[in-house]
Every structure is written in structure tokens, then in C-alpha cells.
């Protein structure tokens, strides 16, 4: 028996390395309800995170391929993993999802929230504004290192993206804040914007923008769905 095993187990053993491994869907949901430093709670995120989360577990998203950082954890698919919305969770998040991720794999970002527009930093944007995004531990401009603290740039966004692209990883990208780029999203009557402007943010009108060179477009498969223009607001209503 053991003669006969040997051969079989070695054959599989090569089959494994050489068949290409199943294509998984993987996620990272966003929903920033409660900021903790600035005065800017909202009340939809929390709902559109677990709603998302539902969506994509109906749609066969195993939840322990999910990582929801959200305040509010409660009514999450069982399995799916979850935490808080600051900086350092999501930066963690996005850094585990690319690790994990194989070629063919298609990987969701999903962000709800406050955005936001900053003095670029890099000189990209041709004398233009960084897109910010807010994680609940943003706390306004800081001078000294001429920035929002805690936000996440757009930057930062497009070299985490162009990473998985370049390895044959599908990304689909749903941005739900102001200022976060394609389609706007607006109902009659009065709503609460999901989007902080300069002066409640703390930057100083005399704050520039670097100089440079404009960022090469991602290449790779890709789908992003915005809630508004660069330049346009998105609100939430009850």
C-alpha cells in the first residue's frame, strides 16, 4: 500500500503546483460614521458598509475574504473580519489584501465618507488639489508637515492600485464621498455633505501646491464607480 501511495501522492503534489490556483474574490469596506477628532459624524457609513457587505456575500464573496472597518461591527455576515476606520487599520487592510491576492483574484475597495481636497504635495496634479479621503482619526492641517494628518491621497490610492494591476489582479474601486471623481449622486431636499472643505479642514488659503509631473494613467483591469466630480459634492440624506 505504501508503494503504491507514494507515486499518487507525488503526482498530486505536482498537479498542485502547476494548476492554477481557483480566482477568489477579496474585499476591503470602508464606512467612517464617528470621527474622533473632527466634528463631522454622518450616519449613512456604518449602514453602507454592512449593506455592501451583505451585497457581495448574496453574491458568493466568501466573508472571511472581508475586512470591514467600521464603527459599528454589528450585523456583519459571520466570518467577515472587522475593525476601526482610522488610518493605520485601512493602510493595514489594503497592505493584507494585496499580500494575500493572486493573479486572477479581483479585489473590492469600497469607501464611505468624508473627502475632501488638499494642497498636492507630490506635483502631480499639475498645480491642482490632492483628493483626500478621511479615516475617523483625521484631525485637520498640520503645518508642520503641510498636510491633513491622517488623511489618505489619492496617491496613495493609485500606487496601492497600480500594484495589484501589475500582478494581474481586478480591481473594483466604489468611492462614496465628496470630491472623489466621476457621477454625482443627489436627491431633493436637505442633505448632509460627505465632504469637508478647506477652511474646516484648517488649510490656510496661502497654502501651495508642489510643482511636477502628472502620474502615468493604471494599466490592468479595473472598474471605479465615483459618487461625484472632482470638483462636486455628495450628500447623505435620511
Keep these: 500500500m ?8 507525488s503526482l498530486a ?10 480566482a477568489e474574490h477579496r474585499a476591503v469596506l470602508v464606512g467612517v460614521s464617528d470621527y474622533s477628532v473632527l466634528d463631522a459624524d454622518l450616519n449613512g457609513p456604518k449602514n453602507d458598509v454592512r449593506l455592501m457587505a451583505e451585497v457581495l456575500a448574496a453574491r458568493g464573496v466568501p466573508p472571511a475574504e ?5 464603527s459599528d461591527p454589528s450585523g456583519l455576515p459571520a466570518g467577515a473580519r472587522s475593525g476601526p476606520p482610522t488610518r493605520a487599520a485601512i493602510m493595514a487592510a489594503l497592505a493584507d489584501v494585496s499580500a494575500r491576492a493572486n493573479p486572477g483574484d479581483t479585489v473590492v ?13 507630490s506635483g502631480d496634479e499639475g498645480g491642482g488639489y490632492d483628493e483626500i479621503f478621511l479615516p475617523a482619526d483625521a484631525a485637520g492641517w498640520k503645518g508642520d508637515i503641510g498636510a491633513v494628518e491622517n488623511a489618505i491621497l489619492d496617491d496613495e490610492l493609485q500606487v496601492w492600485a497600480q500594484g495589484l494591476l501589475s500582478r494581474d489582479i481586478q480591481l473594483i474601486g466604489l468611492i462614496d464621498a ?5 457621477g454625482f449622486r443627489g436627491l431633493g431636499g436637505a442633505g448632509v455633505a460627505r465632504g469637508l472643505g478647506p477652511a474646516d479642514l484648517g488649510i490656510p488659503p496661502d497654502a501651495a501646491s508642489a510643482p511636477g ?3 502615468p494613467p493604471l494599466q490592468g483591469q479595473f472598474v ?5 466630480q472632482s470638483d462636486q459634492r455628495s450628500f447623505e440624506y435620511p
Excluded: E, N
Excluded at 109 to 116: I, K, L, Q, V
Excluded at 224 to 228: A, G, H, M, P, V
Design 2 to 9: 505504501r508503494a503504491l501511495l507514494s507515486p499518487v501522492v
Design 13 to 22: 503534489a505536482l498537479a498542485a503546483l502547476v494548476l492554477p490556483l481557483r
Design 178 to 182: 465628496c470630491h472623489s471623481d466621476t
Design 66 to 70: 472581508m475586512t470591514v472597518l467600521t
Design 109 to 121: 475597495f469600497y469607501f464611505s465618507g468624508h473627502g475632501g481636497q488638499a494642497p498636492d504635495q
Design 224 to 228: 471605479f464607480l465615483y459618487s461625484s
Design 213 to 215: 509631473d502628472p502620474v
